[in-house]
């Protein structure tokens, strides 16, 4: 079992900047990938990052790629979602996931968090 606690969503104008904090207890941290998602009134949820168990590989979304950073704190058992430059388009629920194992490219999460809310305003 794995336990997500988001935090740090908020409103922010256009341009401005965000950090996501997703605190993970339950299971050893460096067992799983972790995941960003997010999903906007009307639109399906998407993935927005992802980093692997190690914490030495990320993937981003291209929406989002050169704004956004993903990083882990083994210490803290703490995963943060660095966001830049932040657009209207950004507005969303933001989710942290678990996804068991080691393989980055996994598409199945199997733990989310309850979501924190970000607003992009223009």
């Known amino acids: 079992q794995v336990r997500l606690v988001e935090s740090g969503g908020g409103l922010v104008q256009a341009g401005g900047s965000l950090r996501l904090s997703c605190a993970a207890s339950?299971?050893?941290?460096?067992?799983?990938?972790m995941g960003w998602f997010r999903q906007a009134p009307e639109k399906e949820r998407e993935i927005v990052a992802r980093?692997?168990?190690?914490?030495?590989?990320?993937l981003y979304a291209d929406s989002v790629k050169g704004r956004f950073t993903i990083s882990r704190d083994f210490a803290k058992n703490t995963v943060y979602l660095q966001m830049n430059s932040l657009k209207p388009e950004d507005t969303a629920v933001y989710f942290c996931?678990?996804?068991?194992?080691?393989?980055?490219?996994?598409?199945?999460?199997?733990?989310w968090g309850q979501g924190t809310h970000v607003t992009v305003s223009s």
């Open positions: 980093i692997s168990a190690s914490g030495q590989s990320t």
């Open positions: 339950g299971r050893t941290f460096g067992d799983y990938v």
């Open positions: 996931a678990a996804s068991l194992g080691r393989n980055i490219l996994r598409n199945t999460f199997d733990y």
